[in-house]
């Protein structure tokens, strides 16, 4: 049988979490109202808003460019038609 330590601490943890997701689950909504408030004012769609926001939170704008660029070279690199030869992969 587990004693009441145990089972106290397993509840308070449990009341704890339920109430860390309800602080969540506000946030979430007031996250989309500002989202829906943008995108009627400026009409930026939400999902470019919510990614301005994450580079702002995590502050690595930098890291962003870096990674398109690459990613855009490779894009290029890979994706460009053959000039000569026509491959079938």
Do not use: C, F
């Not at 997701?21 to 769609?45: N, P, Y």
């Amino acid at each position: 049988m587990q004693s009441d330590h145990y089972k106290k601490t397993i509840k308070n943890a449990v009341i704890e979490i339920a109430n860390s997701m309800t602080r969540i689950a506000g946030e979430r909504d007031q996250i989309k109202g500002i989202l829906d408030h943008v995108k009627d004012e400026t009409e930026v769609s939400g999902k470019v808003i919510r990614r301005l926001a994450g580079i702002y939170y995590k502050q690595n704008l930098q890291e962003i460019v870096g990674e398109t660029e690459e990613i855009r070279d490779l894009y290029e690199s890979v994706m460009q038609k053959p000039t000569s030869t026509s491959y079938n992969s």
